[in-house]
């Protein structure tokens, strides 16, 4: 069935460095990706999508790729803010999954200053 | 209204008492979701609505669960005779329609906090 796997956190930068969060996926065909973030306190909301191998969702400074053949969608960020400071969850849909998004178990940022 | 409405946004119960959690969602979305948070872990799909159809109960955990939809809008989840490992946040979600159809997104409220003791 299909699956997601997340990098496991807390994940701790300092402010103004490199963000990578590796999230990998099982499914056939080819899903839709997405990448959702809930801030402290706050509900979950959609950060960036992609829904076709090769393409590259991208939103507030953060992108991630459609790699259909290392089956990954990757977030990255170049310089990170405090503010970044989230939960992150890599999620797919796809034909096996019908209505229902498959999520991963999430990866804590904390950004310290 | 803008965005998904869920009440009450916290609720401490003792256990073995019922609650109800409601969700409003979106205005013209035809597609409802109750997802369930526990802490450190990721979602847990609990039910779905899709406009008339009949709803997919089969994440619900157990029959002190069950969920309706009034009118195709407002959404209550119930928790009946509730135990102390229901505790967790439940997250309500929306989207204009099916999400494998391409350009809908599913747009969550922020979240019933629930704690049994």
């Known amino acids: 069935g299909n699956s997601v796997t997340q990098m496991e956190g807390p994940v701790t930068l300092s402010e103004e460095a490199f963000l990578t969060i590796n999230c990998t996926y099982t499914?056939?065909?080819?899903?839709?990706l997405f990448w959702y973030v809930q801030y402290p306190g706050e509900g979950l909301q959609l950060l960036l999508k992609?829904?076709?191998a090769d393409d590259k969702g991208s939103n507030k400074g953060f992108e991630a790729t459609y790699r259909k053949e290392t089956t990954s969608f990757h977030l990255e960020k170049g310089s990170v803010q405090v503010s970044d400071s989230a939960v992150y969850f890599c999620?797919?849909?796809?034909?096996?999954?019908?209505?229902?998004?498959?999520w991963g178990a999430g990866t804590k940022l904390i950004i310290k200053p | 209204g803008a965005g998904v409405s869920q009440s009450p946004s916290n609720k401490v119960t003792e256990k073995g008492k019922d609650v109800e959690l409601r969700c409003d969602p979106i205005s013209g979305h035809t597609a409802l979701y109750w997802y369930r948070q526990s802490l450190g872990q990721g979602l847990e799909f609990l039910i779905y609505?899709?406009?008339?159809?009949?709803?997919?109960k089969s994440g619900l955990p157990s029959d002190r669960f069950s969920a309706e939809r009034t009118g195709g809008s407002v959404s209550t989840l119930t928790i009946q005779r509730t135990q102390q490992e229901d505790s967790a946040v439940y997250l309500c979600?929306?989207?204009?329609?099916?999400?494998?159809?391409?350009?809908?997104?599913?747009?969550f409220g922020e979240g019933s906090w629930l704690t049994v003791v």
């Open positions: 999620a797919l849909s796809g034909p096996d999954s019908n209505y229902q998004l498959i």
């Open positions: 609505f899709q406009g008339n159809s009949a709803p997919d």
């Open positions: 499914a056939t065909g080819y899903p839709s």
């Open positions: 992609a829904t076709k």
């Open positions: 979600a929306s989207s204009l329609g099916d999400i494998l159809q391409a350009g809908n997104t599913i747009y």
